[in-house]
């Protein structure tokens, strides 16, 4: 019913910047919540980031002041603008996304992954 995709995933230098996009599409009447989690080898998938529809940004302490959480409601898109990377933000991130479809329910809905790698 919902699709999520996500693009800007790579391999950076410590220090450096990536910005992260998931675009949602199918039958979406509004999006409630849009965020980011992470899962680093070996590890379990962990929250990073969201942003709910109107309302203030909420992110992990080990992103906190560093990534960026955003979204175009026009679009159905959500970003993550991450900044000075460190070796530790190495991980799959997956995009995540809590939406009422035209039919009227909720789902949440998950994205494919994108992987992230910090080079220190």
């Known amino acids: 019913q919902v699709q999520l995709v996500e693009s800007g995933g790579g391999l950076v230098q410590a220090g450096g910047s990536l910005r992260l996009s998931c675009t949602a599409s199918?039958?979406?009447?509004?999006?409630?919540?849009m965020g980011w989690y992470r899962q680093a080898p070996g590890k379990q998938r962990e929250f990073v980031a969201h942003l709910k529809s109107g309302g203030n940004p909420l992110y992990a302490d080990s992103v906190k002041g560093r990534f960026t959480v955003a979204r175009d409601n026009a679009k159905n898109t959500g970003y993550l603008q991450m900044n000075s990377l460190i070796a530790e933000d190495t991980a799959v991130y997956y995009c995540?996304?809590?939406?009422?479809?035209?039919?009227?329910?909720?789902?949440?809905?998950w994205g494919q992954g994108t992987q992230v790698t910090v080079s220190s």
């Open positions: 199918g039958s979406i009447f509004s999006i409630n919540i």
């Open positions: 995540n996304a809590l939406v009422r479809t035209t039919a009227g329910a909720t789902i949440t809905s």
